[in-house]
């Protein structure tokens, strides 16, 4: 399986404080997708990451991904009190270079940002 | 239009009922999957349409039907449901299906089923 693992499973942060999340996934990769998950609501895609790049900026968000240790970092800087929720890593399921036609979402890190 | 929709937003049935959740896209996407998220865990995959067809089908027990009338809405049709089966259901859709293109979901605010 390639279900992605992510650490830490809660982080509670101080609004201005950058909030870091990890992902890491066990079999290659063509690219890896973050999505934000507010409380009870659709998951929202973040942003998308290639396996030939090392970092991507969107905003205050930046991803990186190593693929020599397969995992995927996610950094929000100054983070906010409108930025909690759940945060997924996801990924292409595939055995070899073929897609299996779907993704496959990590266990999730659930942020909460105190004002 | 950027949006999927999802109707009912929430749905109490009893366990003989017959009900069906509705989802809609006007982004000319023409790959739509329904979801299970039960709480604090990730979304699991049920079904995925592609080209309107059925392509993956994750061994969902058949009081689960899915439907696709047309590109643009995907229908779950629930019957004789378990009060386990109690979940947010969330739709998405996505421009092509993953298996030619890896891309992006897009996700809908989902329906929350409470079965008794």
């Known amino acids: 399986s390639q279900q992605g693992e992510e650490d830490p499973q809660a982080l509670s942060i101080q609004e201005g404080e950058n909030a870091t999340m990890n992902c890491s996934y066990k079999?290659?990769?063509?690219?890896l997708q973050w999505y934000r998950q507010n409380s009870g609501r659709g998951l929202v895609h973040l942003i998308l990451i290639r396996s030939n790049e090392r970092e991507k900026h969107s905003g205050r968000l930046r991803v990186t991904l190593d693929t020599s240790k397969k995992s995927s970092s996610l950094l929000i800087t100054a983070s906010r009190a409108a930025d909690t929720a759940s945060y997924f890593c996801?990924?292409?399921?595939?055995?070899?270079?073929?897609?299996?036609?779907?993704?496959?979402f990590g266990q999730g890190t659930i942020l909460t940002v105190h004002p | 239009d950027t949006e999927v929709t999802q109707t009912p937003k929430h749905l109490v049935m009893g366990m003989t009922n017959k009900k069906s959740l509705k989802c809609e896209q006007h982004m000319g996407h023409r790959a739509m999957y329904w979801y299970k998220q039960k709480a604090k865990k990730p979304p699991e995959l049920m079904f995925v349409?592609?080209?309107?067809?059925?392509?993956i089908n994750e061994s969902v027990p058949s009081r689960f039907s899915p439907e696709c009338p047309n590109s643009s809405l995907l229908n779950l049709h629930l019957h004789a449901l378990q009060p386990e089966d109690s979940a947010l259901y969330l739709c998405?859709?996505?421009?092509?299906?993953?298996?030619?293109?890896?891309?992006?979901?897009?996700f809908g605010p989902g329906t929350r089923l409470t079965v008794l």
């Open positions: 996801a990924m292409p399921l595939r055995a070899g270079g073929t897609s299996y036609g779907k993704l496959t």
């Open positions: 998405a859709s996505s421009p092509l299906p993953q298996v030619l293109v890896y891309n992006e979901q897009f």
């Open positions: 349409y592609s080209y309107e067809k059925l392509s």
């Open positions: 079999t290659s990769i063509n690219n």
